[in-house]
């Protein structure tokens, strides 16, 4: 998870005083806005549940008025406990401080606790709406969303709830998987735009999987649904030849056929990003990113107009981190007052291009902390594998990404996959309803023959040391 204070405010209370508010970034948007005292008083919690031992350090209270110099000052310092107190793997993980987290985001928005109505979009575009409370957090509405579909209580895990929106051309953006420490309805509500939705969808990678979910009815068609909406957007490519064996399976009704077969297909399973920039393999490169089998997949275009395709494999990044940083104006990255601030956002990782060679590739995009959680779970699923445990029980329970602070910006550090080739190199912290059926749109041969000749990237090209030969 992603911590930043990247803004403050000067508000006014309600005896008409002013007080600075600290406005709390997670994941790079704005979650709630919080008073010192406040986070002093979770502070005092913090310590009362857990010790003094445990806790961070906390800036200390100022008699008189804070300078804009103090209250910068004071800003950092706040960022940097909030950072210490996630990384932490019992405090973080703490319903003290997830409670927090979702009261300060209800309190920001000032939502009161009520019944309400919630939408659930499905990949078909059908929607699954649920009584809910607006205090309600992600794991419960993902749960009535389960019990409404009738989806068995060992299979909630294989799926999430996703915060998307959608563009006039029905283009879809993933702006983020819905955490433990935020309300869905107050999430989605406090966008103020139609253009969001919260979607349903699967959350694990590899496609071994599947089989658990297609063994239920309302799991495979949920599969089915994502499969087919996944095809019609051209995130999976798909040949004329596989056109008409898909378009007769679906015909036929075959949903399990028809999986299988999108399965042996390019970008199966993949999450696909906006186009972005990288530095990769030179500077100011237009990329298309996908995420999946356990990899970055990068089509890029070149300076000179030349298209290539290459893919980075997750076992070859040593580390990744996240970075945000805010413009700079009057000598400060933080005017005391702003109402809002923009953050630029850079996913970089550290890869093993050849036996003895590491290098750096970053990428500038919105998504950046979409595409670190995306590593996360693949590292997730992998290591769990390796250590023959249970996947049901991980997809209960993802691990996210801890919170490390690097020049004046955030990193988050992966679990490394691999050992250094250099041993002097600097050590690299380790952190730790019911569906009886799925109405679809028809898969028509113009929309796979749009799938195909409307990729602009294409060929086998494959990035100077990136075989897993090296090894």
């Given at each position: 998870m992603h911590f930043s204070i990247p803004e403050t405010e000067v508000r006014s209370g309600e005896n008409g005083s002013t007080y600075v508010a600290y406005n709390i970034h997670v994941n790079g948007v704005l979650h709630c806005r919080l008073r010192y005292s406040q986070l002093l008083g979770?502070?005092?919690?913090?310590?009362?549940?857990?010790?003094?031992?445990?806790?961070?350090?906390?800036?200390?209270?100022?008699?008189?008025?804070?300078?804009?110099?103090?209250?910068?000052?004071?800003?950092?310092?706040?960022?940097?406990?909030?950072?210490?107190?996630?990384?932490?793997?019992?405090?973080?993980?703490?319903?003290?401080?997830?409670?927090?987290?979702?009261?300060?985001?209800?309190?920001?928005?000032?939502i009161p606790t009520e019944e309400v109505s919630l939408e659930v979009g499905l990949s078909n575009g059908q929607k699954v709406t649920v009584n809910?409370?607006?205090?309600?957090?992600?794991?419960?509405?993902?749960?009535?969303?389960?019990?409404?579909?009738?989806?068995?209580?060992?299979?909630?895990?294989?799926?999430?709830?996703?915060?998307?929106?959608?563009?006039?051309?029905?283009?879809?953006?993933?702006?983020?998987?819905?955490?433990?420490?935020?309300?869905?309805?107050?999430?989605?509500?406090?966008?103020?735009?139609?253009?969001?939705?919260?979607?349903?969808?699967?959350s694990y990678w590899d496609m071994a999987y599947d089989v658990d979910v297609m063994e239920n009815r309302v799991g495979l068609n949920l599969l089915y649904a994502q499969t087919v909406s996944d095809i019609e957007r051209g995130w999976i490519l798909v040949n004329k030849d596989h056109h008409r064996q898909l378009k007769s399976l679906q015909e036929k009704g075959s949903k399990k056929e028809f999986i299988r077969l999108g399965q042996t297909l390019k970008y199966y399973g993949y999450t696909k990003f906006d186009p972005c920039v990288t530095d990769f393999p030179e500077k100011g490169c237009h990329v298309m990113v996908g995420a999946g089998n356990n990899e970055l997949n990068f089509h890029v275009k070149l300076p000179s107009e030349q298209m290539k395709e290459g893919s980075f494999k997750v076992t070859r990044m040593r580390c990744w981190r996240v970075t945000s940083?805010?413009?700079?104006a009057n000598g400060t990255a933080n005017p005391c007052g702003s109402t809002k601030v923009e953050v630029k956002l850079e996913l970089a990782f550290e890869y093993l291009m050849s036996k003895d060679r590491l290098q750096w590739v970053t990428i500038s995009s919105p998504q950046a902390i979409m595409m670190s959680i995306c590593l996360q779970?693949?590292?997730?699923?992998?290591?769990?594998?390796?250590?023959?445990?249970?996947?049901?029980?991980?997809?209960?329970?993802?691990?996210?990404?801890?919170?490390?602070?690097?020049?004046?910006?955030?990193?988050?550090?992966?679990?490394?996959?691999?050992?250094?080739?250099?041993?002097?190199?600097?050590?690299?912290?380790?952190?730790?309803?019911?569906?009886?059926?799925?109405?679809?749109?028809?898969?028509?041969?113009?929309?796979?023959?749009?799938?195909?000749?409307g990729n602009d990237f294409h060929g086998n090209y494959a990035f100077e040391g990136i075989g897993d030969d090296d090894l």
């Open positions: 979770l502070h005092e919690q913090i310590k009362k549940e857990y010790g003094t031992n445990v806790v961070p350090s906390f800036p200390p209270k100022k008699i008189f008025t804070l300078t804009p110099a103090e209250v910068e000052q004071r800003r950092e310092q706040l960022e940097k406990y909030m950072q210490a107190v996630r990384q932490d793997p019992l405090l973080g993980a703490s319903e003290l401080f997830n409670c927090f987290l979702r009261k300060a985001q209800q309190e920001t928005q000032q809910i409370l607006t205090s309600d957090q992600t794991e419960d509405v993902l749960e009535a969303v389960a019990s409404k579909l009738d989806l068995p209580d060992d299979l909630v895990g294989y799926f999430s709830l996703f915060l998307v929106r959608e563009g006039v051309d029905g283009g879809l953006t993933f702006v983020r998987k819905l955490q433990e420490f935020e309300l869905p309805y107050v999430s989605i509500t406090s966008l103020r735009s139609t253009e969001f939705h919260i979607l349903l969808r699967k940083s805010v413009p700079v779970s693949m590292v997730d699923e992998l290591m769990v594998k390796k250590s023959g445990g249970s996947l049901k029980k991980m997809l209960r329970k993802r691990h996210n990404g801890s919170i490390h602070r690097s020049d004046s910006q955030q990193a988050v550090k992966s679990p490394p996959l691999l050992d250094s080739p250099d041993p002097n190199r600097e050590q690299v912290v380790k952190l730790s309803t019911k569906l009886s059926s799925v109405s679809l749109r028809g898969i028509t041969a113009s929309n796979s023959a749009n799938d195909i000749s």
